[in-house]
């Protein structure tokens, strides 16, 4: 659950502020990726746990076609959720508690990755446990790896990396995993040669690289109003097009509308467009 609070400058050390206004929506990255993916008319499953104060969550898959067979639902730990504050600039930053999202069993991804098979797509957030497990599992039966290293901390430096089809970061995870300012992208190819590499440069546009080519993609101009969510967006239309045997310039520029939609509206789940609209 994403608990937006607005407001007119980040807090700061020390500081005690008022918030204008507080909303409560349906969120987290792997939701919002799954529901992006859906409403740009992929077929997708989303697993992972929440706690019996989140069955809005999967409500809301539901609502939105995906399928939710392997979600599970946990009596003893809470849903994990988000505190946002976001500024008069649509600009935000996030804590977040990990909850129910904390307790991925290996037998609940055994059990899950029972349903698919070779070829298929298997997309990861770094919200979940046994992240290491589930990529060596999914690797061992063919499945192609999609990962948004989000939050980006110590523990995604620990993961099979190399097993990863495709990156899809931000510069500030970008950063965080190559230590490089600048040339990010360079960067990424060199210690990852064997995957495709999607960096998001907010109101920039977007960059792919692989060994063999590198395209950019401009953004569309917009307001702003709020960016969560935007990344997430973007990653399910991406992987949607790409599903769908799209070039990556046919895949980046149905994102990049998509994202561009979404930072015009408010939350994180109700900013996703759907693909008519755009």
């Known amino acids: 659950m994403d608990h937006v609070y607005q407001v ?12 204008g206004s507080l909303q409560h929506f349906c969120g987290g990255k792997g939701l919002n990726q799954s529901i992006a993916l859906a409403r740009a008319g992929a077929c997708v499953s989303h697993a992972g746990a929440i706690g019996q104060d989140g069955l809005i969550l999967k409500e809301q898959l539901e609502k939105d076609g995906a ?26 930053c996030i804590i977040l508690y990990g909850g129910a999202n904390q307790s991925i069993t290996r037998e609940q991804v055994d059990d899950t990755l ?10 990861l957030q770094n919200e979940i446990n046994e992240l290491a497990y589930i990529m060596e599992q999914a690797g061992k039966k063919g499945l192609r790896i ?3 290293p989000s939050p980006c901390d110590e523990k995604i430096k620990n993961l099979p990396l190399e ?5 899809l970061l931000n510069e500030v995870e970008g950063e965080q995993i190559t230590g490089k300012k600048e ?8 210690i990852f040669p064997q995957a495709h590499i999607v960096l998001t440069l907010g109101s920039k546009g977007a960059l792919y690289a692989d060994q063999n080519q590198q395209v950019f993609r401009p953004a569309e101009k917009v307001k702003t109003v709020d960016t969560t969510a935007a990344g997430d967006t973007f990653t399910g239309y991406y992987i949607a097009a790409v599903s769908e045997g799209k070039t990556v310039e046919e895949a980046l520029a149905l994102a990049t509308r998509a994202a561009a939609v979404a ?12 693909r008519q609209e755009l």
Request: hydrophobic share 40%; proline share 4%.
């Open 8 to 19: 007119n400058h980040f807090v700061m050390p020390g500081e005690t502020i008022s918030s």
């Open 183 to 190: 040339a990010i992208l360079d960067a990424l190819k060199e």
């Open 67 to 92: 399928d939710v067979t392997c979600l599970q639902i946990r009596e003893e730990v809470g849903t994990g959720h988000a505190i946002i504050q976001v500024d008069e600039n649509g600009q935000n």
């Open 263 to 274: 930072v015009t509206r408010q939350g994180a789940v109700p900013s996703i467009p759907y």
């Open 114 to 123: 029972s349903y698919f098979e070779k070829g298929d797509i298997i997309l």
């Open 146 to 148: 999609f990962l948004n």
């Open 163 to 167: 097993l990863v089809d495709t990156f």
